[in-house]
């Protein structure tokens, strides 16, 4: 199995968006439990932290998502099933949404279109034909609100589908387990 700190997503080709790197998990390595991603109180055990974290992202995908680590580690297992642009996706219309001006929204709001959205896009995500065409009116007056249907239908898709499969796969068992033998020695 291939380290999992030597995974990267690919960056967005063509959008030249600013994306919080941090947030999907771009990084250039090392060492998980060395760096410890949570905004509480950090305990003295920092493999104590990554195993509960870890432990946590069971519980829900907005768990899931609201982790760094957990971020990064989704991302690589959506990566190697050929899906990672609905997380892509998700987190674009994040950053999209706190975008306050409206020059800045029309232009983000097109490359998200251009991106995601059109039939045939670079990055193309699964959602119905009519979700399609009420965001291609929405980004003539964009809003805040313009993908939030798209994004709920991939959010949907992620925790009906993607979610449960990594849960289940070697990618998170391997790591949890990891973490657990860590803390008994």
């Known amino acids: ?25 771009y990084s250039s390595g090392g060492n998980l439990k060395a760096r410890p991603q ?7 055990n920092t493999e104590e932290l990554c195993f509960d974290e870890m432990s946590q992202w069971s519980q829900s995908l907005d768990r ?13 297992f959506l990566k190697s099933e050929f899906s990672d642009e609905n997380l892509e996706f998700w987190v674009v219309c994040e950053d999209y949404k706190k975008i306050k001006s409206s ?4 232009s983000r709001a097109k490359k998200i279109f251009k991106c ?12 119905d034909h009519k979700t399609r065409e009420v965001i291609r009116t929405n980004i003539k007056v964009p809003s805040s ?7 709920k239908i ?22 949890l387990s990891s973490t657990s033998e860590s803390m008994r020695t």
């Open 103 to 106: 020059f800045r929204m029309s």
């Open 145 to 151: 609100m313009c993908f939030d249907d798209a994004q």
């Open 116 to 127: 995601y959205i059109q039939a045939e896009a670079p990055r193309e995500i699964n959602i």
């Open 154 to 175: 991939v959010y949907g898709l992620m925790e009906r589908d993607s979610y449960p499969r990594f849960l289940k796969s070697d990618i998170y068992r391997t790591l």
């Open 64 to 76: 899931l998502l609201s982790s760094k680590y957990g971020m990064k580690i989704f991302q690589a």
């Open 1 to 25: 199995m291939p380290s999992l700190v030597t995974l990267t997503p690919r960056e967005p080709q063509d959008l030249n968006m600013d994306i919080d790197k941090k947030t999907v998990g």
């Open 38 to 44: 949570s905004k509480s109180t950090q305990p003295a």
